[in-house]
């Protein structure tokens, strides 16, 4: 393994996650999600940290920048064996191969995905307006994610090697 490229594909996930993350989580939170929690009637202010309890809510801010990277760096070594494999494919095949992982399987189809959430979950946790205001956040996230870091590994020409 090249530990150079490593590196470096670990560090274009980690910025291409991070900021990804912020902005659309920046974006979304106003839009769809803070009246889910704010409010203190909503079933999510039970199960999450929330600005109504600063102690808990202080823990986000102190957690929110290394979690983030070890997901990126857990995703770059998911992704770096099949390294090769995505540049030599054009933008798109890469784009949807990247995506599908993100949001299929890491949102929707995982063992603790959305899917399996809607018969595991109890049903106050699985109603129409938590889902419909808290999905679109991943999948976004996802999709700019895999756009992003699609366009950013594909190797210059001169760097890919057919041969091997």
Do not use: C
């Amino acid at each position: 393994m090249d530990a150079k490229r490593f590196l470096i594909f670990v560090g274009k996930v980690t910025v291409v996650l991070l900021v990804t993350t912020f902005v659309v989580g920046l974006v979304a939170y106003p839009l769809l999600t803070k009246d889910l929690f704010e409010n203190p009637d909503s079933v999510l202010v039970k199960i999450y940290r929330t600005q109504a309890e600063p102690e808990l809510w202080n823990a986000i801010y102190v957690w929110i920048v290394p979690v983030q990277i070890l997901r990126a760096v857990l995703i770059a070594l998911v992704l770096y064996p099949f390294y090769d494999t995505l540049n030599r494919w054009g933008y798109w095949r890469r784009f949807i191969a990247i995506a599908g992982l993100l949001v299929i399987l890491g949102h929707l189809a995982g063992s603790s995905g959305i899917i399996e959430g809607l018969y595991v979950m109890r049903p106050e946790f699985v109603t129409s307006e938590i889902l419909f205001r808290s999905l679109p956040e991943p999948i976004v996230q996802g999709v700019l994610i895999a756009a992003w870091l699609a366009k950013w590994m594909a190797a210059k020409p001169q760097e890919l090697d057919l041969v091997k």
